[in-house]
């Protein structure tokens, strides 16, 4: 379904000449160096320009959150789409300030909304079904998952955006994206589990009991990324995999969110390790496992602001790092512009 192809190498050696040329000691632009080399590797080398970003909020419910394992119950989900749609939450503030443009799509919301224009629906039902107790959703609804959201990015990018951050909101989902990195990675099960919305310890030990039985549940179920989100996963994280791949093999850039993001940029990877390429990952999260997911990816994070909200909110505050990484690559004097010698 997908067919990603690594950036081009073939100009490197080029833009690395360029950013070593710039007005600036030899490295002195930090993280910021390896960042324009792959916006340049992925827009090209010659005038790379971040073109109309959108930030995706997938959101989804989970079957799981009736066990207990949130601060809130999955009503909260619908809420906070709502108060999406109405321009009152943290990403809707966030996008404002970077100047991203924000889509909110129902991927399968427990109780749907009706009479906003603005969501976009794409929903694979009322929420998953729980995980601890039987396959969270079929193995055709990943596929369904995956074909929608290639749509959807399809069309953003016959649009002009060369540009999407990724972002979601799903009570319970901390859950499913720690399930799924028990069961991509060699690691234990309480290494992947977090306090997520802010549970207490009690919560926090039932939270990591009911992931460890899901993974003895499914155990032989598990060999491929596909039957992991068809277990274990969530209706948003689905979506979010499948526009990672997509926009991968549109050749765009993909900037990446928290811990629930990364964990569909990990299967996202296992299922085309080329996509990597194009992924720049925003913010470390709070939560637990995030550090160590993004240790299996070989990935350092923009920021590290001690969040732990989701909703694409690390990803908003990255995009101005990102536009400066062009910017300074593109318009930047050279040492020999300016008639310096060192
Ligand atoms: O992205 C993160 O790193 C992150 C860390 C902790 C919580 N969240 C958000 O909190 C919700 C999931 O938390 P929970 O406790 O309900 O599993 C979901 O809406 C996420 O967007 C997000
Ligand atoms: C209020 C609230 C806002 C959120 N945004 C993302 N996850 C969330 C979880 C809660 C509970």
């Excluded at 993280?31 to 989804?60: D, N, Y």
């Excluded at 119950?73 to 809420?79: H, R």
């Excluded at 901390?174 to 099960?189: E, F, G, Y």
């Amino acid at each position: 379904m997908f067919s990603v192809t690594p950036v081009n190498h073939q100009f490197d050696g080029e833009i690395q000449q360029k950013i070593d040329c710039k007005t600036k000691p030899l490295g002195a632009l930090g993280r910021l160096e390896p960042l324009a080399l792959q916006v340049a590797q992925v827009l090209g080398a010659t005038c790379p320009t971040i073109k109309q970003p959108k930030l995706l909020v997938f959101a989804g419910d989970h079957g799981i959150a009736s066990a207990g394992v949130s601060i809130a119950p999955s009503e909260v989900t619908t809420q906070m789409v709502l108060n999406f749609l109405h321009g009152g939450a943290a990403i809707n503030v966030f996008c404002a300030q970077a100047g991203f443009e924000m889509e909110v799509i129902d991927c399968g919301i427990a109780h749907p909304v009706t009479g906003h224009e603005a969501l976009i629906d794409q929903r694979l039902g009322a929420g998953t079904r729980a995980f601890h107790l039987e396959a969270a959703m079929s193995a055709s609804c990943v596929e369904q998952g995956f074909a929608m959201a290639k749509a959807r990015v399809a069309l953003h990018h016959d649009n002009g955006t060369n540009l999407i951050a990724f972002g979601e909101m799903g009570i319970g989902n901390t859950s499913s994206a720690a399930a799924i990195m028990a069961a991509l990675l060699p690691v234990d099960v309480a290494a992947c589990v977090g306090r997520g919305t802010g549970i207490d310890s009690e919560t926090l030990q039932r939270k990591q009991a009911l992931i460890t039985q899901a993974i003895q549940l499914h155990q032989g179920q598990l060999n491929t990324p596909q039957q992991i989100l068809a277990a274990l996963g969530g209706f948003e994280i689905v979506q979010m995999t499948g526009a990672m791949l997509a926009a991968a093999e549109l050749k765009m850039l993909i900037l990446v969110d928290g811990f629930i993001a990364t964990a569909a940029a990990l299967l996202a990877v296992t299922i085309a390790p080329a996509a990597r390429d194009y992924m720049i990952f925003a913010h470390q999260s709070d939560e637990a496992g995030h550090q160590l997911m993004l240790q299996h990816l070989q990935a350092e994070p923009l920021l590290q602001l001690e969040m732990r909200l989701g909703e694409g909110t690390g990803a908003a505050l990255a995009l101005p790092l990102v536009r400066a990484a062009a910017a300074f690559y593109n318009e930047m004097a050279s040492l020999q512009d300016v008639g310096i010698a060192i």
